[in-house]
């Protein structure tokens, strides 16, 4: 990940006294004025885990995002005001390595129920090219799925920092987990039975509410399996590497222009091999995403005879997103990805 986004830990341990400072003069207004009632509040770092929040919590969690609509998650620099906000939750929901200034800001606030959902199913490790017969392979890494998620830092004892923050790069971990709906709908179980804990009253309530998920991603994963069952080629370009998981289940692949980070610039002898795989494998489009700029993809189609289209990441819902949620953006993925594989 570029080094700029990186926020010293000690840097973000001076906002949290300020944040902390700000929010005590204003909590008790912010309270009145906010209407939650005893609703839980929950904060979520970025969109997948609002989504899981809010279709699990329904009407009994007060949701806040840390991400707004429109802004790349991965360059995400937190307000003073923003971190001492984490630390008024009541619960917290994110996943590690994708936003080092989340991370670090989390690790500070002391919130009893933090959930990591990186620690609620299995990472792996995935480059630019991700194919679907690398189940199983060398890079897998097993996180502890512990009974208690108030305290997941201990489940990444064993791995540096720099792991998380590397991005899927060589030697990390590919944080991209919500674009495989059979890993979304592990993490998404273990989402609904930490907040059947941190609030107990309603724990009916958050099962059947994550039942009807689970329910509901698993038949995006049907219609993916037989969406995609006899495509025409098997490879698709990407501009940003996101979709590793997703290439992994449906038995694609995925080259990527450039990196897991979506603003890596690619090398001259990646473009070329591009050029060279596009050809051999008869991949017909370079798909380019909404949060992101589409020039190196346009570029990239110019110089092939490709076309582009847009496959999204959700990282973010905005007026551009092809649907209104995550199962409907996931819906219009797998459309596009039908369309580029000539999969019947």
């Not at 204003?26 to 770092?45: I, P, Q, R, Y």
């Not at 194919?131 to 097993?142: A, F, I, L, P």
């Not at 489009?285 to 110089?303: G, M, P």
Request: aromatic share 4%; hydrophobic share 35%; charged share 25%.
């Amino acid at each position: 990940m570029n080094v700029r986004r990186l926020i010293p830990t000690t840097a973000v341990a001076g906002a949290v006294v300020l944040g902390l400072t700000a929010l005590s003069a204003c909590s008790t207004s912010d309270a009145a004025d906010g209407g939650n009632g005893d609703k839980l509040k929950v904060t979520a770092s970025f969109y997948p885990m609002q989504f899981l929040a809010e279709r699990i919590g329904g009407e009994h969690v007060a949701v806040t995002s840390l991400t707004k609509p429109g802004v790349e998650p991965h360059d995400l620099e937190l307000t003073p005001r923003q971190i001492g906000s984490i630390s008024e939750s009541d619960y917290v929901l994110y996943l590690k390595g994708i936003q080092p200034a989340v991370d670090d800001a989390i690790l500070q606030s002391g919130v009893k129920n933090t959930v990591d959902a990186a620690t609620l199913t299995t990472l792996e490790n995935h480059g630019s090219e991700v194919s679907g017969h690398d189940h199983g392979g060398e890079g897998e890494e097993e996180h502890g799925h512990e009974d208690e998620h108030g305290h997941e830092e201990e489940a990444h004892e064993e791995h540096s920092e720099g792991d998380g923050h590397n991005h899927g790069e060589e030697g990390g971990a590919d944080p991209h987990i919500w674009l495989d709906p059979v890993k979304y709908a592990e993490v998404a179980k273990g989402v609904g039975k930490s907040l059947e804990k941190a609030d107990p009253d309603h724990a009916t309530d958050y099962k059947k509410n994550t039942d009807a998920l689970v329910a509901e991603l698993g038949e995006l994963n049907t219609a993916y399996e037989t969406g995609l069952e006899n495509p025409a080629t098997k490879t698709f370009i990407t501009t940003h590497s996101a979709f590793g998981y997703l290439a992994e289940r449906y038995g694609l692949t995925q080259q990527g222009i450039a990196g897991i980070d979506p603003e890596a610039e690619p090398s001259p002898a990646r473009i070329q091999e591009i050029h060279t795989i596009a050809e051999k494998e008869k991949a017909t489009t370079v798909f380019f995403e909404t949060l992101a700029s589409d020039r190196t993809a346009k570029t990239l189609a110019k110089d092939t005879g490709l076309k582009t289209g847009v496959l999204d990441p959700l990282e973010g819902i905005t007026e551009k997103s092809q649907g209104a949620d995550y199962i409907e953006v996931m819906e219009s993925n797998l459309a596009a990805l039908q369309k580029a594989l000539g999969a019947k």
